[in-house]
């Protein structure tokens, strides 16, 4: 039964907690809510499993369960698969819970504002994507500590094929980390023996019931057809009406088969094809239609032919302010008639406005594609499903049905709690007798599905990697993490220990673990070399580093061009996923390659190897590469949208898509290229690209990266740059100078977003999201305006004749501390310089020989060899002379390999955090 929110109390909740949720509508609890709270320990200290079916209000389980563990003085972490419904839980935290003085962070892949507030722990409540959270624990060890409670929602996304294996790798890193943080799972109804549960104790929080009750039904096109359904299932007829269709349906709630007569339009309406008729039917009786289709070029078409028919879809709400701006006309022409379209070849803000449409009652009927089926909060009074896609993976033109778990997800958006009604409705239409066996057999089932993760079945390289970077760094410790995982309970225990021992022949044969013995009988122990600490953070196959680091060799320059990096990372294995406008014909693919020749010169293409270097062709992958590289350069470069879409066919969803993908491989390059100890001149030029291609802006707009996408279209950005130096001038603009960049409103909620921003102190320059702390571009006013003037060059003198290779006089650097070496600035986090300055003092105590215990160096013995690892990778190349900069006696003690007579180092100079440290 349900209960007052009142109820939260007795459990710690003040009051200012509760007056905010009642303002958003939440005065009771569910029956699952109160279960949780009561039975289930909500704010104890167990992992949980919340199973529940839509509308069943899992989310605000999981929200109560971060703000509770937040008013308890620790952290709170909500772990979410989009970044659109990560921004959606930001905002909502931000409205409902900053104003109680608890700091709400964001990050994802686009936006990095908040990233170093979460390094520092500046934080009560933050919303991450899986990867990022996944990136950041495996990057910063302490990151963990403190978190009281990690929310993990949409736990279904373990059976994806490209985000599954990150996702499920995260809920093993969780529970077998050091400290071990408390998990919340959420997801919808799973199969009893479902191995999630058993990773989770047993203790699972479910129910069948939901509060809206869903209506699944099967609308029979065919007279015939309905008579003998029905007659089958002894269910009266409704009474037979013009323009009325059957439907069949089963309760969610009771199982009973019933049917009831749905509403058509008038054949003579203008609007062609049953499930087009019947979404207007629906529309006109009972309010808003999700439409899913197969294509996005079907969903598009589908609202487009309802827009012409307008007429007959009656009056539709006001359209949410910006909609006047959008730049692509067939949306706006069919926002103007209350229908939309929604896929992932729309832009961010474009999806944006779409979803506010469709929630405010603007949009009467939104076609969309498989990709709504998940995320984002859009819910509907009816669902209509054509269950059918073109099967790749078969004979040209074969068409399969939609895997079960995913109708199930298209389902649970019929039905909307709050708003008086009785039912929800997921629609199918069987036109014939097979249609009707079909749906019936494969959707009318009260089995739900048992997940089937993906890690085990794909790529184990990189998690395998990742594991020695979480502590597990023998071949026991990561056959047990492997046995753990969720997808091991269908590999036989001899495959696993196959797999793994190919895994990590493999890794050490391209040089990413190096095996050293132990004492014990777990035989080798493993510690990754920088290369493998770039793949295990990063997450990219041993294919790709292999290549990298290949071109890295080969590469002879300092700084390498835009476009050959471009070129390098078009090419990787990953970006065969990817979905884009590759050229069909032969002729096409040349021109590309041709102009990728004419633009490098040829050290560039000998750097690339191959064929390159050679007149006539190259590989398909290569001829694809090189469209990709113009593609993602002309993207970087500023280029508008719609002059890429005509000249290269990107739609603004791909380009985004694309850019997002380029950022994270160029990241991974940048990070190779300082492990094998290239310029610094290169890897700030690398990762300064990555930031343009991620976000499509030029140098001279990068300010405006700190306005997410959805809500200001990227173009607009750089029309605005060339008016504006910063979004902070936004506050003191007058909106009537940018009329024909931005719509007085539209201008009124860019501004209000930015001011919130830099009100909240967090209006600092966006940072690039990176496996370690960003370098400052050569061109940004942050960066040095000389080369490291405190420690001279190698060979020149330093404090008299002694030639100096390192300087640890610490400077200041936002929340980093920079020292440098004899080649290269070195940027680094607080506990990075404390173990940094131990092993500096060590080289000053005479007695030791610079050794130094490791119980002495200040990190957990546990994390000891990833903390050395990841300095030696900030360092950079080794001084002549010598191979490493730290050396290890096996026996438990470390030292810097450089004498004292190289070190420069002023104990009075060390900044007073590190002081503290090591008092």
């Not at 709170?76 to 700091?103: M, N, T």
């Not at 070195?826 to 092993?839: I, N, T, V």
Request: aromatic share 6%.
């Amino acid at each position: 039964m349900s209960a007052s929110i009142e109820i939260l109390s007795r459990f710690g909740f003040p009051k200012g907690i509760l007056e905010a949720l009642k303002a958003d509508g939440v005065t009771e609890l569910l029956e699952p809510q109160v279960e949780a709270v009561l039975r289930c320990n909500l704010l104890g200290e167990e992992d949980l499993l919340v199973s529940l079916p839509t509308s069943c209000g899992k989310t605000l389980i999981g929200e109560l369960a971060g703000v509770g563990a937040a008013l308890l003085g620790k952290r709170a972490v909500f772990s979410v698969p989009l970044k659109a419904l990560a921004r959606e839980k930001f905002e909502l935290f931000s409205r409902r819970y900053a104003k109680y003085g608890l700091r709400i962070r964001l990050a994802t892949g686009e936006y990095s504002e908040h990233l170093s507030d979460l390094e520092r722990g500046d934080y009560d409540i933050a919303v991450l994507i899986h990867e990022k959270l996944k990136h950041l624990a495996l990057r910063e060890p302490t990151f963990l500590r403190g978190i009281g409670v990690a929310v993990v929602d949409e736990l279904q996304g373990v059976e994806d094929q490209a985000r599954g294996p990150d996702l499920e790798f995260l809920l093993a890193l969780l529970k077998r980390g050091v400290p071990r943080v408390r998990r919340i799972g959420l997801l919808g109804v799973i199969a009893p023996d479902d191995p999630l549960i058993d990773d989770f104790g047993g203790r699972i929080l479910t129910a069948r019931r939901r509060p809206i009750d869903l209506r699944q039904g099967i609308v029979l096109a065919d007279g015939e057809l309905a008579r003998t359904a029905l007659e089958e299932y002894g269910v009266q007829r409704p009474p037979s009406v013009a323009n009325i269709w059957v439907s069949i349906y089963r309760s969610h709630n009771t199982g009973l088969v019933e049917a009831e007569a749905l509403p058509i339009s008038d054949p003579e309406g203008g609007v062609e094809g049953d499930l087009l008729r019947l979404a207007v039917g629906l529309s006109n009786e009972d309010g808003s239609v999700l439409l899913f289709l197969p294509t996005r070029r079907e969903a598009e078409q589908a609202a487009r032919l309802l827009a012409e028919a307008a007429p007959f879809l009656g009056s539709v709400g006001q359209l949410p302010e910006g909609a006047e701006d959008l730049e692509d006309e067939s949306l706006q022409f069919c926002l103007s008639e209350g229908v939309a379209f929604h896929h992932a070849d729309c832009s961010p803000r474009s999806r944006a406005l779409v979803e506010e449409a469709f929630r405010s009652g603007a949009v009467r009927i939104l076609c969309c594609t498989s990709t709504l089926a998940m995320g984002v909060n859009l819910p509907a009074r009816s669902v209509l499903i054509h269950p059918f896609v073109w099967n790749r993976s078969g004979q040209a033109g074969d068409l399969s049905l939609l895997p079960e778990a995913l109708v199930r997800n298209m389902a649970g958006r019929a039905g909307r709690l709050g708003l008086g009604e009785a039912h929800g409705r997921a629609l199918l239409v069987a036109r014939n007798q097979r249609e009707w066996d079909l749906y019936r057999r494969f959707y009318w089932t009260d089995l739900a599905p048992r997940l089937r993760p993906t890690l085990l079945a794909g790529d184990l390289g990189p998690h395998l990697l990742a594991g020695v970077a979480l502590g597990q760094d023998t071949s026991k410790k990561l056959l047990d993490l492997l046995a753990g995982l969720l997808s091991s309970k269908a590999i036989p225990l001899p495959h696993l220990e196959q797999r793994l021992a190919e895994g990590i022949e493999r890794a050490r044969s391209l040089g990413l673990l190096e095996a050293l013995p132990t004492p014990d009988a777990e035989g080798e122990r493993f510690e990754l070399s920088p290369l493998g600490r770039v793949v295990a953070l990063r997450g990219f196959s041993f294919e790709t580093a292999r290549t990298f680091a290949e071109w890295v060799q080969r590469f002879e320059g300092n700084v390498p061009s835009d476009l050959l990096a471009l070129l390098v990372i078009a090419g990787a294995e990953e970006t065969q996923e990817w979905s884009w406008p590759r050229e069909i014909q032969p002729e096409a693919r040349a021109r590309w390659v041709e102009q990728a020749r004419e633009r490098l010169g040829w050290e560039s293409l000998h750097s690339l190897g191959g064929r390159w270097t050679e007149e006539g062709s190259v590989s398909r992958r290569a001829e694809d590469a090189a469209k990709l590289a113009s593609a993602l350069h002309a993207w970087a470069s500023g280029e508008p949208v719609p002059r890429l879409r005509e000249r290269l066919g990107f739609s603004p969803g791909s380009l985004h898509a694309v850019g997002e993908g380029a950022r994270w491989l160029l990241e991974a390059l940048a990070d190779i290229w300082r492990a094998r100890g290239r310029s610094a001149e290169g890897c700030a030029a690398l990762r300064g690209l990555a930031r343009r291609v991620g976000c499509g802006l030029p140098e001279e707009a990068l300010a405006w990266e700190l306005i997410p996408s959805d809500l200001l279209e990227r173009d607009r950005k750089i029309l605005l740059a060339r008016e504006l130096h910063h979004p902070r001038d936004l506050l003191t603009a007058n909106p009537a100078d940018f009329p024909r960049i931005l719509s007085p409103s539209r201008f009124g909620r860019v501004r209000a977003f930015v001011e919130e921003i830099l009100s909240r102190g967090n209006g600092r320059k966006s940072q690039r999201s990176s496996g370690h702390p960003p370098n400052p571009p050569s061109n940004s006013a942050q960066a040095p305006t000389s080369s490291p003037s405190r420690l001279p060059k190698n060979g020149e003198a330093a404090r008299g004749a002694r030639p100096a290779l390192l300087c640890v006089d610490f400077e200041t650097r936002g929340a980093y501390f920079l020292a440098r070496t004899w080649k290269q600035e070195a940027l680094m986090g607080m506990r990075g310089a404390e173990l940094l300055l131990r092993l500096v003092r060590g080289r000053f105590n005479g007695d030791s020989e610079g050794w130094v215990p490791k119980k002495a160096l200040g990190v957990d013995p546990e994390h000891l060899s990833q903390r050395i690892s990841d300095l030696r990778a900030r360092l950079g190349p080794p001084p002549p002379g010598h191979s490493a900069w730290i050396e290890s006696d096996r026996a438990g003690h470390y030292r810097l390999a450089i004498p004292s007579e190289s070190l420069i180092w002023t104990a009075e100079a060390t900044p007073e955090p590190l002081q503290a440290l090591l008092r």
